[in-house]
């Protein structure tokens, strides 16, 4: 309080400048008047003319679909090379593919055929010739200028100047020489008969070709390719045989061969020839690996890919066979091909293949339809969520099951197996509650069966299954009267889809292939795959019930109940509008019966159809003492106010304890527009000259007319069971004139135009009450009474 009485002026916040953008938007669409430019008429027309709105609706629905039915949920049979396949694993589609490890075995085939290419160079000889006459003549010289001690003490120190001209000596001689071998060279002066020795030996041994191979050992067999060089070119290419070829990493194959020059040497001077010849040995035959690495990689693409041809259902791994790479190659495969079939493309086009066959469906039902469309968007919007739902579940449930049990279970069980277990009858069951079109279901049906075909790809078996036997589900719980009429319809589908299954593995498979368990064991499936659609079906319903609001035929069941909350305080403070609603119920049950309407739907509206008399109980006829009548005070239009006020009491009763959209219409609609006849007859006596005319419609109830047969046919026995209460005498001729008086009434007052009822159909629901009100209102004898 203090701070709203400082004189300091407050910092506004940031929500006292905020603005409602919605009038700004409002004011440039009239500005822009979008609806008047070519777009805007475009858009408005098509969406008349075809609901574009819902067109896009349904097309958002199928690509939401398309997407799920193609996304990779259910896991692969797990393979390993080298273990034993568990099952038969088998092709889901036709293909063709490169076989990758016979492609590889051949290009590896024709790169080991390329030879090893090697150069040859004749000219080596001559550089280690030239090599050993500089080195040599070069020491010879630079001994000349030496002064050879005599003494042998004095000879080590001749002998370093020799060793400080050794690292010249081997680079002109291009070989690295031991010390040893040196110090006998200088101790021999370099002699020429030692050089003459050298280059007579390692003329003999190039006569032949030295290689050296450092990976492998050459074996008798081998012949090796070479290419001759020149100073500036190379030549052609000649073929080595490995006799001719001497190998460097074999000392032993190089020994002494011009014995007439080493006649003057010793033992000790051979063996030093010997060692500084192997020494000076340079290979004049080296592995070219570029040019083999060339040749090699261009004969591995001269190989061309193998390719093999896969068909659908074809046996990749049979059972209790070795998995080899081939396979894993093939499975591998199957797996990138079906990402690929997931990707975006495949799944508009699924969509608009979808969401065309939707509204074809449409367009014919509007054409040639006995019975006229009448969807919400509620409706369809749960035809969706349970689609959606259907398709989610079903690969979940498969992918489980598959990675729990098919590889563990693999003796006795079949890859269809839990294909025939899979509850697919569960969403036709579910919209066959919630939904009475008959041609809504049954093409709901067909649509859930196409798209779990394809799902499972294009599995026609699969379709088969689905549509057999959600057909046969949807039609169980048609018009159930007790909540066993699910279990009975889970059975009905469970028959249907053995039956399928069975007939199926007879027409396209042998007992060959499955042996008899496993036939047996994928029958018994598809019967229980209908009992558990019946048991889910059963724990959803209530779910789909509550939330969005629907009033099947178990519900129906429930809302019969006599203890029900409403028609046990409707029986304490209405009693007469009660026995009412009970008569009006059995009357309409009859004959709803006679013209296939909803008999359960007929007879729960009429027990609700008056709920809204009982906050106002004495001002309806039914309920009134003799010569107790509220309205004898009441001006007439203060009367037909308080008839006209238990319709929207009525409502706002149903709204509070969720009696559902149908009991709701019934409690609208049950009057129509009718005519308070009686109170607009007492208005017209009572007014007088100086009085307003005094419409007709100001008397009517508000509507609407009835738009169903059960609305109607509560219209019509709710004033026919009133009229009959008030007869004194119901004899036959009186009853059945009533009946066909209200009857012609109600169908001239134009209350019957908006439903479907035919002429045939009301001339049976005429004899339908004459045969209840008769049964009623029977004659009884008059029983003697007993003497005193």
């Given at each position: 309080?203090?701070?709203?009485?400082?004189?300091?002026?407050?910092?506004?916040?940031?929500?006292?400048?905020?603005?409602?953008?919605?009038?700004?938007?409002?004011?440039?669409?009239?500005?822009?008047?979008?609806?008047?430019?070519?777009?805007?008429?475009?858009?408005?027309?098509?969406?008349?003319?075809?609901?574009?709105?819902?067109?896009?609706?349904?097309?958002?629905?199928?690509?939401?679909?398309?997407?799920?039915?193609?996304?990779?949920?259910?896991?692969?049979?797990?393979?390993?090379?080298?273990?034993?396949?568990?099952?038969?694993?088998?092709?889901?589609?036709?293909?063709?593919?490169?076989?990758?490890?016979?492609?590889?075995?051949?290009?590896?085939?024709?790169?080991?055929?390329?030879?090893?290419?090697?150069?040859?160079?004749?000219?080596?000889?001559?550089?280690?010739?030239?090599?050993?006459?500089?080195?040599?003549?070069?020491?010879?010289?630079?001994?000349?200028?030496?002064?050879?001690?005599?003494?042998?003490?004095?000879?080590?120190?001749?002998?370093?100047?020799?060793?400080?001209?050794?690292?010249?000596?081997?680079?002109?001689?291009?070989?690295?020489?031991?010390?040893?071998?040196?110090?006998?060279?200088?101790?021999?002066?370099?002699?020429?008969?030692?050089?003459?020795?050298?280059?007579?030996?390692?003329?003999?041994?190039?006569?032949?070709?030295?290689?050296?191979?450092?990976?492998?050992?050459?074996?008798?067999?081998?012949?090796?390719?070479?290419?001759?060089?020149?100073?500036?070119?190379?030549?052609?290419?000649?073929?080595?045989?490995?006799?001719?070829?001497?190998?460097?990493?074999?000392?032993?194959?190089?020994?002494?061969?011009?014995?007439?020059?080493?006649?003057?040497?010793?033992?000790?001077?051979?063996?030093?020839?010997?060692?500084?010849?192997?020494?000076?040995?340079?290979?004049?035959?080296?592995?070219?690996?570029?040019?083999?690495?060339?040749?090699?990689?261009?004969?591995?693409?001269?190989?061309?890919?193998?390719?093999?041809?896969?068909?659908?259902?074809?046996?990749?791994?049979?059972?209790?066979?070795?998995?080899?790479?081939?396979?894993?190659?093939?499975?591998?495969?199957?797996?990138?091909?079906?990402?690929?079939?997931?990707?975006?493309?495949?799944?508009?086009?699924?969509?608009?293949?979808?969401?065309?066959?939707?509204?074809?469906?449409?367009?014919?039902?509007?054409?040639?339809?006995?019975?006229?469309?009448?969807?919400?968007?509620?409706?369809?919007?749960?035809?969706?969520?349970?689609?959606?739902?259907?398709?989610?579940?079903?690969?979940?449930?498969?992918?489980?099951?598959?990675?729990?049990f098919l590889s563990r279970q693999a003796s006795w069980i079949s890859p269809d197996f839990f294909l025939a277990l899979a509850p697919v009858a569960a969403a036709p069951m579910l919209i066959g509650l919630l939904l009475n079109a008959g041609e809504v279901i049954w093409f709901f049906t067909v649509f859930m069966a196409v798209s779990l075909g394809i799902m499972e790809d294009f599995n026609y078996a699969f379709f088969?299954?689905?549509?057999?036997?959600?057909?046969?589900?949807?039609?169980?719980?048609?018009?159930?009267?007790?909540?066993?009429?699910?279990?009975?319809?889970?059975?009905?589908?469970?028959?249907?889809?053995?039956?399928?299954?069975?007939?199926?593995?007879?027409?396209?498979?042998?007992?060959?292939?499955?042996?008899?368990?496993?036939?047996?064991?994928?029958?018994?499936?598809?019967?229980?795959?209908?009992?558990?659609?019946?048991?889910?079906?059963?724990?959803?319903?209530?779910?789909?019930?509550?939330?969005?609001?629907?009033?099947?035929?178990?519900?129906?069941?429930?809302?019969?109940?006599?203890?029900?909350?409403?028609?046990?305080?409707?029986?304490?403070?209405?009693?007469?509008?009660?026995?009412?609603?009970?008569?009006?119920?059995?009357?309409?049950?009859?004959?709803?019966?006679?013209?296939?309407?909803?008999?359960?739907?007929?007879?729960?509206?009429?027990?609700?159809?008056?709920?809204?008399?009982?906050?106002?109980?004495n001002y309806f006829i039914e309920n009134q003492k003799p010569g107790q009548n509220p309205h004898d005070h009441l001006s007439p239009f203060m009367s037909k106010t308080l008839l006209i006020a238990h319709v929207k009491d009525g409502v706002e009763l149903g709204?509070?304890?969720?009696?559902?959209?149908?009991?709701?219409?019934?409690?609208?609609?049950?009057?129509?527009?009718?005519?308070?006849?009686?109170?607009?007859?007492?208005?017209?006596?009572?007014?007088?000259?100086?009085?307003?005319?005094?419409?007709?419609?100001?008397?009517?109830?508000?509507?609407?007319?009835?738009?169903?047969?059960?609305?109607?046919?509560?219209?019509?026995?709710?004033?026919?069971?009133?009229?009959?209460?008030?007869?004194?005498?119901?004899?036959?001729?009186?009853?059945?004139?009533?009946?066909?008086?209200?009857?012609?009434?109600?169908?001239?007052?134009?209350?019957?135009?908006?439903?479907?009822?035919?002429?045939?159909?009301?001339?049976?629901?005429?004899?339908?009450?004459?045969?209840?009100?008769?049964?009623?209102?029977?004659?009884?004898?008059?029983?003697?009474?007993?003497?005193?």
């Amino acid at each position: 309080m203090q701070r709203l009485k400082s004189p300091k002026k407050e910092q506004p916040s940031s929500r006292d400048h905020w603005e409602d953008p919605r009038p700004q938007f409002l004011h440039w669409v009239e500005t822009h008047d979008l609806e008047k430019t070519w777009i805007g008429r475009l858009i408005l027309r098509l969406d008349a003319r075809f609901s574009l709105r819902r067109t896009l609706l349904i097309f958002a629905f199928c690509l939401v679909l398309s997407f799920l039915l193609f996304f990779p949920m259910r896991m692969t049979t797990e393979l390993r090379i080298g273990e034993t396949a568990k099952i038969d694993v088998t092709s889901p589609l036709s293909f063709e593919m490169v076989d990758e490890v016979t492609t590889e075995e051949k290009r590896l085939k024709a790169q080991g055929g390329v030879a090893e290419i090697y150069d040859y160079d004749p000219e080596v000889f001559g550089r280690i010739v030239s090599g050993i006459d500089r080195s040599f003549r070069n020491m010879r010289i630079f001994g000349r200028e030496v002064k050879w001690p005599g003494s042998v003490f004095r000879r080590q120190e001749s002998l370093k100047p020799f060793f400080a001209q050794k690292a010249a000596f081997e680079k002109d001689l291009q070989a690295n020489v031991p010390d040893d071998i040196f110090e006998w060279l200088v101790d021999n002066r370099f002699n020429p008969r030692i050089e003459n020795a050298l280059v007579r030996n390692l003329e003999g041994w190039y006569e032949r070709k030295i290689v050296e191979v450092p990976d492998r050992k050459l074996s008798p067999m081998d012949e090796l390719t070479a290419r001759t060089l020149s100073r500036n070119s190379v030549g052609a290419e000649i073929k080595i045989r490995t006799r001719d070829i001497l190998d460097l990493r074999n000392p032993e194959v190089f020994q002494l061969t011009d014995r007439r020059a080493l006649e003057r040497f010793d033992d000790a001077d051979r063996a030093h020839v010997l060692r500084l010849s192997r020494a000076l040995l340079q290979p004049n035959l080296t592995l070219n690996k570029a040019e083999t690495a060339g040749r090699r990689q261009k004969a591995r693409e001269d190989v061309l890919p193998v390719n093999i041809s896969i068909k659908k259902n074809q046996t990749i791994v049979s059972r209790n066979s070795v998995v080899q790479p081939f396979h894993m190659a093939v499975v591998k495969q199957i797996e990138s091909l079906q990402a690929e079939r997931r990707r975006g493309l495949m799944s508009v086009a699924l969509a608009v293949l979808l969401a065309t066959a939707i509204l074809v469906f449409v367009s014919f039902h509007r054409r040639f339809g006995s019975q006229r469309l009448k969807l919400t968007s509620k409706d369809l919007m749960v035809m969706m969520l349970v689609a959606i739902s259907q398709v989610f579940f079903t690969k979940v449930f498969l992918s489980i099951m598959d990675a729990a049990f098919l590889s563990r279970q693999a003796s006795w069980i079949s890859p269809d197996f839990f294909l025939a277990l899979a509850p697919v009858a569960a969403a036709p069951m579910l919209i066959g509650l919630l939904l009475n079109a008959g041609e809504v279901i049954w093409f709901f049906t067909v649509f859930m069966a196409v798209s779990l075909g394809i799902m499972e790809d294009f599995n026609y078996a699969f379709f088969l299954q689905c549509l057999l036997g959600g057909i046969a589900g949807a039609r169980g719980v048609f018009n159930c009267k007790t909540r066993n009429d699910i279990y009975w319809a889970g059975l009905r589908a469970g028959a249907v889809n053995a039956l399928v299954v069975a007939s199926l593995f007879l027409v396209a498979k042998s007992d060959h292939d499955n042996p008899l368990p496993i036939v047996l064991a994928t029958v018994g499936a598809g019967f229980a795959g209908g009992i558990l659609s019946s048991l889910i079906t059963m724990m959803i319903l209530p779910f789909m019930e509550s939330v969005f609001n629907y009033t099947t035929d178990v519900k129906l069941l429930e809302l019969s109940n006599m203890n029900h909350p409403l028609l046990k305080e409707m029986f304490m403070k209405a009693p007469g509008t009660y026995q009412h609603s009970l008569m009006v119920g059995n009357m309409v049950e009859a004959a709803a019966e006679e013209i296939g309407a909803n008999p359960l739907l007929g007879k729960v509206m009429c027990y609700y159809h008056d709920i809204g008399k009982i906050g106002l109980a004495n001002y309806f006829i039914e309920n009134q003492k003799p010569g107790q009548n509220p309205h004898d005070h009441l001006s007439p239009f203060m009367s037909k106010t308080l008839l006209i006020a238990h319709v929207k009491d009525g409502v706002e009763l149903g709204m509070k304890y969720k009696l559902g959209k149908p009991i709701i219409d019934g409690i609208l609609q049950h009057h129509g527009t009718t005519l308070i006849a009686y109170f607009y007859n007492k208005a017209l006596d009572q007014r007088t000259d100086q009085d307003p005319e005094i419409a007709e419609e100001d008397f009517r109830y508000p509507g609407p007319k009835p738009q169903y047969k059960e609305t109607a046919l509560c219209m019509l026995a709710d004033s026919i069971e009133a009229a009959v209460r008030s007869l004194d005498e119901p004899t036959p001729a009186r009853l059945q004139a009533i009946v066909r008086n209200i009857i012609q009434k109600k169908f001239s007052d134009g209350q019957l135009d908006e439903c479907n009822l035919t002429l045939k159909e009301i001339a049976k629901i005429e004899k339908s009450f004459i045969k209840i009100l008769l049964g009623m209102h029977h004659q009884r004898i008059d029983y003697p009474r007993e003497r005193a």
